[in-house]
């Protein structure tokens, strides 16, 4: 009886949930807490995880069912990895005759139980584990098509049926290509019974995908708000996507979460740089410029094509932060210090990369701030070798067809190389092939032009410097 006041309790929060919707900071926080805690709801005897094992690995050797018992255990473990990380569903004739013989038997009341040891198979797969394999992963494409067209069989079959396979009806979202898509506008609401009442119905574990495909689901949802209300929610959003609101989520899905938030704030009107987000980018998704192919694997846009919005939105701040650390920590103060950033803020859009060689104070300098920019420039880092104390440290930015080299100290001019005149050892050092040079080798760059930081009776440097730069720029364009 509790169950059932329990349950009728859950749908009669369903039917009103639109007139009784909680804050959504609260209510999001709340609705998924209460899914995630819920007690896993057994319709099955459980059976020991040995005993599963040594039916799986009796059925790998010898290719056959003896008995109804073996079929049964061997539906329940089919998507259970092994020990080498990987499950029977990767194995396509084995998973193929074990579905052919699960639909096969002759009594339907067998073949309801086998479909319901194959139905928990399917919560339970790992499908957002970074070690899954392709050929898993299609295994459990096929368990989805084959439950939704068994269900579709059985429903048809006259025989007493379970309760949890009447309720499957008002859940074949579950066996689709997008099962929690219906979810995401009401969880971003901070309503969850309409999951919860998935989850009771047909006994989801507390730690199956269908959790984080909700949580996949959210952040879909959260992508249709107007710019002024996605802002408002992403620090929650993000909390969520970063594992930060009492809901653990595996690395893969907390990657494709980042990804789908970095999406919709890059269609933002104003793309004005959000820190937590940036920060958000890096750790899990890494930098845009030297990691690109993984960016462009991972941050997607509608179509399923890289997102070149989203990776040069992440690509300019992170430009836009170094340029500002390089002149604000590492150059020498003085009047032209606040000039030489505004200048090389005005061209960020066309440096296409760019490197610090550090002098030696700076590869040792403590503090915060020194801390992040280190880890900011990450590749882009080369060390000054026998430098002295005092030397200065180098900002080298590549435009077009040269390298720009920048020193710390204002009295030192800019120097343009051409990057076709750099031997291979040299350009080693602007690809990450090296960390670390002599200030010989450095002083040694083919410089073609020095301009000088001083203003004129005609022009100021900026000016001049523009008459040099503009032409460069152009041919990039």
């Given at each position: 009886?509790?169950?059932?006041?329990?349950?009728l309790?859950?749908?009669?929060?369903?039917?009103?949930?639109?007139?009784?919707?909680?804050?959504?900071?609260?209510?999001?926080?709340?609705?998924?807490?209460?899914?995630?805690?819920?007690?896993?709801?057994?319709?099955?005897?459980?059976?020991?995880?040995?005993?599963?094992?040594?039916?799986?690995g009796?059925?790998?050797?010898?290719?056959?069912?003896e008995?109804?018992?073996?079929?049964?255990?061997?539906?329940?473990?089919?998507?259970?990895?092994?020990?080498?990380?990987?499950?029977?569903l990767?194995?396509?004739?084995?998973?193929?005759?074990?579905?052919?013989?699960?639909?096969?038997?002759?009594?339907?009341?067998?073949?309801?139980k086998?479909?319901?040891?194959?139905?928990?198979?399917?919560?339970?797969?790992?499908?957002?584990?970074?070690?899954?394999?392709?050929?898993?992963?299609?295994?459990?494409?096929?368990?989805?098509?084959?439950?939704?067209?068994?269900?579709?069989?059985?429903?048809?079959?006259?025989?007493?049926?379970?309760?949890?396979?009447?309720?499957?009806?008002?859940?074949?979202?579950?066996?689709?290509?997008?099962?929690?898509?219906?979810?995401?506008?009401?969880?971003?609401?901070?309503?969850?019974?309409?999951?919860q009442l998935?989850?009771?119905?047909?006994?989801?574990?507390?730690?199956s995908?269908?959790?984080?495909?909700?949580?996949?689901?959210?952040?879909?949802?959260?992508?249709?708000?107007?710019?002024?209300?996605?802002?408002?929610?992403?620090?929650?959003?993000?909390?969520?996507g970063?594992?930060?609101?009492?809901?653990?989520l595996a690395?893969?899905?907390?990657?494709?979460?980042?990804?789908?938030l970095?999406w919709?704030?890059?269609?933002?009107?104003?793309?004005?740089?959000?820190?937590?987000?940036?920060?958000?980018?890096?750790?899990?998704?890494?930098?845009?410029?030297?990691?690109?192919?993984?960016?462009?694997?991972?941050?997607t846009d509608?179509r399923?094509?890289?997102?070149?919005?989203?990776?040069?939105?992440?690509?300019?701040?992170?430009?836009?932060?170094?340029?500002?650390?390089?002149?604000?920590?590492?150059?020498?103060?003085?009047?032209?210090?606040?000039r030489?950033?505004?200048?090389?803020?005005?061209?960020?859009?066309?440096?296409?990369?760019?490197?610090?060689?550090l002098?030696?104070?700076?590869?040792?300098?403590?503090?915060?701030?020194?801390?992040d920019?280190?880890?900011?420039?990450?590749?882009?880092?080369?060390?000054?070798?026998?430098?002295?104390?005092?030397?200065t440290?180098l900002?080298?930015?590549?435009i077009?067809?040269?390298?720009?080299?920048?020193?710390?100290?204002?009295?030192?001019?800019?120097?343009?190389?051409?990057?076709?005149?750099?031997?291979?050892?040299?350009?080693?050092?602007?690809?990450?092939g090296?960390?670390?040079?002599?200030?010989?080798?450095?002083?040694?760059?083919?410089?073609?032009?020095?301009?000088?930081?001083?203003?004129?009776?005609?022009?100021?440097?900026?000016?001049?410097?523009?008459?040099?730069?503009?032409?460069?720029?152009?041919?990039?364009?």
């Amino acid at each position: 009886m509790p169950g059932e006041l329990h349950r009728l309790r859950s749908r009669l929060q369903l039917a009103l949930a639109g007139d009784a919707a909680e804050s959504w900071g609260e209510g999001m926080a709340t609705a998924l807490d209460q899914v995630r805690r819920h007690h896993d709801a057994a319709t099955m005897r459980a059976v020991g995880a040995d005993t599963i094992a040594a039916a799986i690995g009796a059925y790998r050797k010898s290719g056959r069912l003896e008995r109804f018992v073996d079929l049964k255990y061997v539906c329940l473990g089919v998507a259970t990895p092994d020990a080498d990380g990987d499950c029977l569903l990767a194995a396509a004739r084995l998973r193929d005759q074990l579905l052919a013989s699960a639909q096969s038997l002759a009594e339907p009341r067998r073949q309801m139980k086998c479909f319901q040891a194959l139905l928990r198979s399917y919560w339970s797969f790992p499908l957002h584990g970074d070690g899954v394999s392709a050929a898993a992963r299609e295994g459990f494409a096929v368990l989805r098509a084959w439950l939704a067209r068994r269900y579709s069989e059985l429903e048809r079959v006259r025989m007493t049926k379970p309760e949890w396979f009447t309720m499957l009806s008002m859940h074949q979202n579950l066996l689709g290509d997008h099962p929690c898509e219906r979810y995401g506008p009401a969880l971003l609401a901070g309503r969850g019974a309409a999951l919860q009442l998935a989850i009771d119905d047909l006994a989801i574990p507390s730690g199956s995908w269908v959790l984080e495909e909700a949580v996949l689901a959210l952040m879909q949802a959260a992508t249709q708000l107007g710019d002024a209300e996605f802002r408002a929610r992403l620090p929650q959003l993000l909390a969520l996507g970063l594992g930060q609101a009492g809901l653990t989520l595996a690395a893969k899905l907390s990657r494709r979460a980042i990804a789908c938030l970095l999406w919709r704030y890059a269609r933002c009107a104003e793309l004005i740089e959000h820190l937590p987000l940036f920060d958000a980018a890096l750790a899990l998704l890494g930098d845009p410029n030297l990691q690109r192919p993984a960016w462009d694997a991972q941050v997607t846009d509608e179509r399923g094509a890289a997102d070149d919005l989203a990776r040069e939105m992440v690509g300019s701040w992170l430009k836009q932060r170094l340029i500002r650390d390089f002149f604000q920590r590492l150059a020498r103060q003085g009047s032209s210090q606040q000039r030489r950033l505004d200048y090389w803020l005005r061209y960020e859009p066309f440096i296409e990369d760019m490197w610090f060689a550090l002098g030696t104070a700076d590869q040792v300098r403590a503090g915060r701030g020194y801390e992040d920019f280190r880890r900011y420039a990450g590749a882009r880092l080369i060390e000054l070798q026998d430098a002295g104390a005092a030397s200065t440290s180098l900002l080298a930015l590549r435009i077009n067809e040269f390298l720009l080299i920048e020193a710390g100290d204002a009295d030192r001019p800019l120097q343009l190389i051409r990057r076709a005149a750099l031997t291979p050892e040299q350009a080693r050092l602007f690809a990450g092939g090296e960390a670390s040079v002599s200030s010989a080798s450095f002083a040694a760059l083919p410089v073609e032009v020095e301009l000088e930081h001083r203003d004129g009776a005609g022009a100021t440097w900026e000016q001049r410097f523009d008459a040099y730069l503009r032409p460069i720029v152009w041919r990039a364009q």
